[in-house]
T-cell receptor, first 110, second 118 residues
Framework: EDKVVQSPLSLVVHEGDTVTLNCSYEVTNFRSLLWYKQEKKAPTFLFML????IEKKSGRLSSILDKKELFSILNITATQTGDSAVYLC??????????FGQGTRLTINP | GAVVSQHPSWVICKSGTSVKIECRSL??????MFWYRQFPKQSLMLMATSNEGSKATYEQGVEKDKFLINHASLTLSTLTVTSAHPEDSSFYIC??????????????FGDGTRLSIL
């Protein structure tokens, strides 16, 4: 059975801190992995990771995939209150189906 | 680019009513759209994959006759919750994938529909 486990489930930090969110997965026919940010409504796309060991970066956010150990991490440096959200990890199972993790609820306090 | 519009954003209706939710890709064509359901503080659960011009593929445990999906064009998929009951109350989200002849393209999500059945 496909499984995606995110940790921690909840994280509260102060503005300016750096956070690391973890995602481990076991899915059949794995192709690539996506990270999404969900605030009040629907998820917004952050990264797609296909190759192992290659960091993807967007501003203060970065992410990397380890296909051998079956995990990915999402880093956020110099956090801001606007980073408060649920971060979802979703590997592809096969060509198009995404399997979502439970998410990490990140709260940034001023 | 890659904007997905979902309508309505919130529905409240009586038990036994059928409710239709629309999902449109505004600036791209999507032969495949996806319907998810999300309970409070839980993750997205895929209900079905909607394919333009053919029948939807439902996930295990999702009732086809309860959740009718129609994907009549390359930019529109609809989900109809038939004879809705309070247990159908949930947050329903659609997504679409821009088809560019490549696999594993990111899915782009609509803003979701909060359905409340009284």
């Amino acid at each position: 059975e496909d499984k995606v486990v995110q940790s921690p489930l909840s994280l509260v930090v102060h503005e300016g801190d750096t956070v690391t969110l973890n995602c481990s997965y076991e899915v059949t026919n794995f192709r690539s992995l996506l990270w999404y940010k969900q605030e009040k409504k629907a998820p917004t796309f952050l990264f797609m990771l296909t190759s192992s060991g290659i960091e993807k970066k967007s501003g203060r956010l970065s992410s990397i995939l380890d296909k051998k150990e079956l995990f990915s991490i999402l880093n956020i440096t110099a956090t801001q209150t606007g980073d408060s959200a649920v971060y979802l990890c979703a590997p592809f199972q096969g060509a198009q189906k995404l399997v979502f993790g439970q998410g990490t609820r990140l709260t940034i306090n001023p | 680019g890659a904007v997905v519009s979902q309508h309505p954003s919130w529905v409240i209706c009586k038990s036994g009513t059928s409710v239709k939710i629309e999902c449109r890709s505004l600036d791209f064509q999507a032969t495949t759209m996806f319907w998810y359901r999300q309970f409070p503080k839980q993750s997205l659960m895929l209900m079905a994959t909607s394919n333009e011009g053919s029948k939807a593929t439902y996930e295990q445990g999702v009732e086809k006759d309860k959740f009718l999906i129609n994907h009549a064009s390359l930019t529109l998929s609809t989900l109809t919750v038939t004879s809705a009951h309070p247990e159908d109350s949930s947050f329903y989200i659609c997504s679409a994938r821009a088809d560019r002849g490549r696999q594993n393209q990111p899915q782009h999500f609509g803003d979701g529909t909060r359905l409340s059945i009284l």
